[in-house]
């Protein structure tokens, strides 16, 4: 930030082109300037020794040495103060100490004094008012160097420690190493950008003279198509088997009671099924054959046992009897 104006009352001993102070300046009479700048549509301009005042007498243009954002004004004990937009050719005269000073140009109440407005300012070595730029810094930090020490700075030195984020008690190596190193960031920054916008004026270029894509990378849509078709279908085919071998197993470990709870699981899907199995209970009754393989036995082969119920030859095998003796304990009863 740099001060525009100073606070208090103020004259011009190098005299001044319109009017001759002396002027007021406090913080309230500050506010209504800065609300009036924010208003702007345009930012205020810094000229070259006052040559906007002076291009209807003498012809000559009025280029801008600087620009001051209309929205950064802020008034404090000492002044009032705007962030300001160095151009190259100024940059490099403030750092060759080829110019030292600013004049603002205001309008004021001729009885108090009081200053009214901000209109613009000049870039001089003869201003109206006596005082110096106090934030050579900010013309600085665009030519990568920066002395903490230097005079004019040191008035904002505690806002600057806290605006880098420093310790109250830094150093001025470190404020100087702060301030170099978002010099280099932001040259950084600025040369990645240039060197974005210059890939994307090549590529722009390339596509205008018809460069054509490389056609390595990209296949034809219908064969895209194709594969996801065939994609699809082997999913469903092994989705389908792994719901088949998951039916199969239910049945012969007799989670899955019977072929009707089989066929009705199955429309379910894969997921429904694995539910089911997870919660089932095995029946050791319906696990394959009830013989599990075996040759029948010679009671068996007389035809003893073998006109019990599946129920019955299940507690047979549950308790170790043998089908005949079972029946030999439990006889058939007649039918009525």
């Known amino acids: 930030m740099t001060r525009l104006i100073p606070a208090g ?31 702007r549509s345009t930012d205020i ?24 954002d209309r929205g950064s004004l802020e008034g404090r004990e000492d002044g009032l103060y705007g962030r300001v937009d160095w151009k190259a050719r100024a940059k490099a005269a403030i750092d060759a100490d080829e110019y030292r000073y600013l004049s603002p140009v205001f309008p004021y109440d001729p009885k108090t004094g009081t200053v009214l407005d901000l209109l613009h300012v000049g ?59 978002l010099i280099k960031a932001k040259a950084d920054a600025d040369q990645a950008i240039a060197a974005a916008k210059d890939e994307s004026a090549q590529a722009v270029a390339a596509a205008k003279a018809g460069a054509k894509p490389d056609m390595s990378q990209y296949v034809p849509r219908a064969v895209y198509v194709e594969a996801q078709q065939q994609i699809a279908a082997l999913s469903a085919g092994s989705s389908a088997a792994e719901l088949d071998k998951l ?21 379910q899907g894969i997921a429904a099924c694995k539910a089911y199995l997870k919660g089932a209970t095995p029946i050791a009754a319906l696990r394959g054959s009830q013989t599990e393989g075996r040759k029948p036995t010679e009671e068996q082969e007389q035809g003893q046992g073998d006109d019990l119920s599946e129920a019955e ?19 058939k009863q007649p039918k009525e």
Request: hydrophobic fraction near 40%.
């Open 45 to 68: 301009v810094i000229d070259y020794e006052h040559q906007t005042l002076l291009s209807e007498q003498n012809g000559e243009p009025a280029p801008a040495s600087g620009w001051i």
């Open 247 to 267: 039916i199969e197993d239910g049945l012969k470990d007799g989670r899955i009671p019977g072929q009707a709870t089989a066929d009705w699981l199955k429309p």
């Open 9 to 39: 009352t103020f004259d011009a001993p190098r005299g001044s082109l319109e009017g001759a102070g002396p002027w007021f300046l406090d913080e309230a009479a500050a506010r209504p300037i800065i609300k009036r700048a924010a208003a």
């Open 313 to 331: 030859l299940a507690a047979c095998k549950a308790t170790g009897v043998a089908p005949a003796d079972y029946r030999k304990s439990n006889p």
């Open 123 to 181: 870039l001089t070595n003869n201003p109206a008012i006596d005082t110096a730029i106090p934030a050579l810094a900010a013309a600085r930090m665009g030519s990568g160097a920066y002395d903490p020490t230097h005079e004019e700075d040191t008035v904002d030195r505690e806002e600057l420690i806290k605006l880098l984020g420093l310790a109250a008690d830094a150093t001025d190596e470190q404020i100087t190493a702060a301030i170099n190193g």
